[in-house]
């Protein structure tokens, strides 16, 4: 059984500062790890996707992976009023055929 | 990204009716779409991989007579929930991958079902 860990929340940061999301994957053999943006009422849309160890930037984002650890985290930096929302970490085994494997996601307060 | 458009947005049935929902790639001929469904305050679980001209896999636990799933083009894959009962009232979203090779996944708007 394939799982996806995240700390539900509420995760309350101050505006302007750095959110820090976590995630953990059961499945050693994952390949492909993203992180969706979900608002109350709407469907997910992607904010990063990352397969290798290390880092990856963009924008106020940052993906770390750790394949050993079997982590992954999303950094928000000089986080918004509108970065409030549920972030969905999401894994699959990589190749294209297989469907995604979400975390129950961890809710963003981002307080002004 | 590719873009995915479902309809309709919202639905609302009596118990023991059927529904269909669309999904549509509208930028990109996606031989593969995904369904799941997402329950109030719940995370999405993979329903099934649908696959333009041939049968859908399920996920386990999920019945295929009960969640029809029509790939019969390039662009379009439909999910008929059969004989719909209250406890079948979720949030059902698409997704399409943006090409061939990548596993990056867009979701369409979603489909609120509310079965009475």
């Known amino acids: 059984q394939k799982e996806v860990e995240q700390n539900s929340g509420p995760l309350s940061v101050p505006e302007g500062a750095i959110a820090s999301l976590n995630c953990t994957y059961s499945d050693r053999g994952s390949q492909s790890f993203f992180w969706y943006r979900q608002y109350s009422g709407k469907s997910p849309e992607l904010i990063m996707f990352?397969?290798?160890?290390g880092d990856k930037e963009d924008g106020r984002f940052t993906a770390q992976l750790n394949k050993a650890s079997q982590y992954v985290s999303l950094l928000i930096r000089d986080s918004q009023p509108s970065d409030s929302a549920t972030y969905l970490c999401a894994v699959n085994a990589g190749g294209g055929a297989d469907g995604l494997t979400f975390g129950k996601g961890t809710h963003l307060i981002i307080q002004p | 990204g590719a873009v995915v458009s479902q309809h309709p947005s919202r639905v609302i049935c009596k118990s023991g009716t059927s529904v269909k929902i669309e999904c549509r790639s509208l930028d990109f001929q996606a031989t593969t779409m995904f369904w799941y469904r997402q329950f109030p305050k719940q995370s999405l679980m993979l329903m099934a991989t649908s696959n333009e001209g041939s049968k859908a896999t399920y996920e386990q636990g999920v019945e295929k007579d009960k969640f029809l799933i029509n790939h019969a083009s390039l662009t379009l894959s439909t999910l008929t929930v059969t004989s719909a009962h209250p406890e079948d009232s979720s949030f059902y979203i698409c997704s399409s991958r943006e090409g061939f090779g990548t596993d990056t996944q867009y979701f369409g708007p979603g489909t609120r079902l509310t079965v009475l």
């Open positions: 990352i397969y290798s160890n």
